[in-house]
């Protein structure tokens, strides 16, 4: 089969054609960009026309006359997963007959991920505008990388007795096939890096569709996929919104699929896939209770909030620790803390290394938020004491949101129940441990928690009735490729990191021998 032209890919259509062209003329007279496309090959240029199509498609009068465009891209799907994905597919599973090969195909792209972090990372900054002191989170992905790659040689299955019987029961586990991988726009080399290196490992083809929001990492990544010679094919990184989500999640071709986003795009993900039944992992938003009690060391947890709350990624992450509690006995000392590391933070361009909170994502995300705030002062749900504004002067052009406390929120209040994704926390009062469990389950949402005590009794027994796929004891959500994350009740199902998320790439199949 021949490679599609450029002009084919646009579906024949002109005006997009020359838009990639012109796309393509800007790009590579800037600076920042030049590096990241200068050395694209055919083959990315494909992705970059059908996200420019995607733009294109939301943005022109072309619509109707573009009408067949998400075709497009399920042809681009369809003609991939049919012929030549399960070709490849098939060429993968021979080659784990030679685990050392696909093995040392991981590490490699591992080491490639090292080599380009700093070029990660800043398109990390351009995707979402994340601070570039944080941005470095492609270090996790090189980590998944690594530790999956570690298992491609130790895929064990197991036997077990058959009652009455010297038949020989085996346990295999098998990998899906081809896998679709939906990300969201913040964190889409995490997110990416903890399902595509376990899916990889266990033996699938990977359809990697990071959110339009936030394609360029991705692009990157799959770059790297390619120049360290895995085979074409294996991570196939398409950059489309919804309608392209949802062609993935529809394709008959698709036989598992890991969502990483919002619960309302979930339910649709759900809907979609149950027309072929299709397995899927959800990773969805969070309300997450941080305990403070009074033993706490109040510096530590009031650092630890504050960045675990408002200023990582301006509270745009699933693990925002939006919703604290705070002992009554220390309350009013640990308020004052808080609100000081809040007032000291940096707020700013996200390119400068001193900044550790910078803009929202966009208007639309900066008016929501806005929203949300003045909703809760207008209800009375908290007393506002620090921030509620958008930022002015020299920021006046980005969408800054100050980092935002409210104190004596009521915890039944939408400003204690909706995920904000944003600068804004609630600060609530409590008097004994029990109660603290109660708030901090009452909740639709269970994907993390924390607790800052020094004492461990207290930890490990008030861990055990937090209702979260994950609890942090005087830490951070460090998430690492040995622990399985993902959340219980709205916050999703299944699992990514250690065993548990290699095991959703794979099914499990039994073979009876009998022994006569
Ligand atoms: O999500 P959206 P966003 C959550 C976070 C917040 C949300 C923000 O808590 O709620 O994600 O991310 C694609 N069929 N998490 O705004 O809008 C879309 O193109 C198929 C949790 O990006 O749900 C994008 O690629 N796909 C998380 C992706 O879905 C569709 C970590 C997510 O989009 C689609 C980070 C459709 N119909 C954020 N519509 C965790 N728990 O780890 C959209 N998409």
């Known amino acids: 089969m021949t490679t599609p032209t450029l002009y084919e890919w646009a579906g024949g259509h002109e005006a997009l054609r020359r838009l990639t062209e012109v796309f393509y003329d800007q790009v590579l007279e800037d600076p920042i960009l030049a590096p990241v496309f200068a050395h694209m090959s055919e083959n990315h240029r494909e992705h970059v026309a059908i996200w420019l199509g995607e733009v294109f498609r939301g943005h022109s009068r072309y619509t109707d006359e573009l009408g067949g465009y998400p075709a497009m891209l399920s042809h681009h799907l369809g003609l991939g997963l049919t012929e030549e994905q399960r070709s490849r597919w098939a060429a993968l599973i021979a080659r784990s007959a030679d685990p050392d090969l696909a093995l040392s195909g991981l590490v490699d792209l591992a080491d490639a991920v090292r080599e380009n972090l700093d ?24 980590r998944f990388l690594r530790h999956f790659a570690g298992y491609i040689d130790k895929l064990h299955g197991a036997t077990t007795p058959v009652t009455g019987s010297f038949d020989i029961n085996l346990i295999e586990r098998e990998p899906y096939g081809v896998v679709g991988v939906i990300t969201p726009w913040n964190g889409s080399l995490v997110v990416s890096g903890s399902c595509v290196a376990p899916a990889l490992a266990a033996g699938n083809a990977v359809v990697l569709k990071p959110s339009e929001v936030a394609p360029l990492a991705a692009l990157r990544f799959g770059e790297l996929c390619m120049d360290v010679g895995l085979p074409a094919g294996l991570v196939n990184v398409v950059p489309a919104g919804p309608e392209g989500g949802d062609a993935l999640v529809r394709h008959p071709g698709i036989r598992k699929i890991h969502f990483t986003g919002g619960d309302a795009t979930a339910r649709k993900v759900l809907q979609s896939a149950a027309a072929n039944l299709t397995p899927v992992v959800t990773e969805l938003g969070g309300k997450s209770a941080n305990i403070i009690f009074g033993d706490a060391d109040l510096d530590a947890a009031a650092m630890l909030s504050a960045h675990q709350g408002p200023l990582m990624q301006s509270g745009q992450s699933c693990a925002c620790a939006s919703r604290v509690l705070v002992h009554e006995s220390v309350h009013d000392a640990f308020v004052e803390k808080f609100v000081a590391v809040i007032q000291a933070s940096t707020i700013g361009d996200p390119l400068d290394p001193q900044v550790v909170c910078g803009p929202v994502i966009s208007q639309g995300a900066a008016d929501r938020i806005l929203a949300v705030i003045e909703q809760a002062v207008t209800q009375r749900s908290g007393e506002l004491i620090v921030g509620g504004k958008r930022l002015g002067g020299e920021l006046a052009q980005g969408y800054y949101i100050e980092p935002t406390v409210f104190i004596g929120v009521d915890n039944a209040s939408a400003l204690a129940q909706t995920e904000t994704f ?20 009452d909740t639709n949402y269970g994907l993390n928690a924390f607790v800052q005590t020094t004492n461990l009794s207290r930890a490990h027994r008030v861990a055990r009735q937090l209702e979260a796929g994950s609890v942090w004891i005087n830490t951070f959500s460090d998430i690492s490729p040995q622990g399985p994350y993902g959340g219980c009740k709205q916050s999703g199902f299944g699992r990514t990191g250690g065993l548990e998320g290699l095991h959703e790439f794979l099914q499990v199949k039994n073979i009876r021998i009998g022994m006569r």
């Open 422 to 441: 944003g600068p804004v926390v609630s600060v609530i009062k409590f008097s004994d441990e029990a109660e603290a469990v109660r708030v901090a389950n």
């Open 119 to 142: 070029d990660l990372a800043r398109l990390n900054v351009h995707d979402y505008a994340v601070p570039i002191s944080f941005a470095g989170n492609a270090i996790l992905l090189e």
